[in-house]
């Protein structure tokens, strides 16, 4: 009997690998939007995707994996020396750590359909070696998938003008909540 309940687990376990398939984001035609915002205005550009796959199985979203260059975070409201100043303070230890923390990970655990082509994500961001759950929405078609995703640098011990860990930071407060604008081509 244990055997035949060894040959069943393994006969399901080849029928989940035959309908679970990896699709290759394109990462160079991908792109991923930032914005921060302060008391006094905003900041926003772009930053890279390295690489990136989602799992479908039987024509659903269930998984996937996404790595961020974040040597490559820069600035599109900004020109000259206020831009580079802004770049490097961004990837300094003040924000992102660059030099120590070179990429941001997202991995999806599961994706729960929500409409045509609409899922609830969740899954897990690793920003300065930290990871903290995520849920956001994800739209897929036939050649992309986009996403509006909320994260708050608190949670990844992102404390420069942060009122989330310093008192009487007045105009020169720097909101937690950053946006990602998110769009995969596959």
Excluded: C
Aim: negative net charge.
């Amino acid at each position: 009997m244990k055997k035949f309940t060894l040959l069943l687990t393994a006969i399901a376990s080849l029928h989940t690998a035959v309908y679970a398939q990896t699709t290759t984001v394109d990462a160079a035609n991908s792109s991923i939007h930032w914005l921060g915002k302060k008391f006094t205005g905003q900041h926003e550009g772009f930053v890279q995707l390295k690489s990136g796959s989602l799992t479908m199985e039987n024509g659903q979203l269930t998984g996937g994996r996404f790595v961020v260059d974040m040597n490559t975070l820069y600035s599109t409201d900004l020109e000259g020396e206020y831009k580079g100043k802004l770049e490097g303070h961004l990837k300094s230890d003040d924000f992102f750590g660059v030099a120590q923390h070179p990429e941001a990970i997202l991995t999806i655990n599961e994706a729960t359909p929500k409409g045509e082509g609409v899922y609830t994500v969740n899954g897990a961001f690793t920003i300065k070696g930290i990871t903290q759950p995520t849920s956001f929405d994800m739209t897929l078609s036939a050649d992309q998938a986009t996403a509006k995703v909320i994260i708050d640098r608190s949670k990844f011990n992102i404390r420069f003008r942060s009122s989330s860990f310093f008192e009487n930071l007045g105009d020169t407060v720097i909101y937690d909540d950053f946006e990602l604008d998110v769009t995969l081509k596959l």
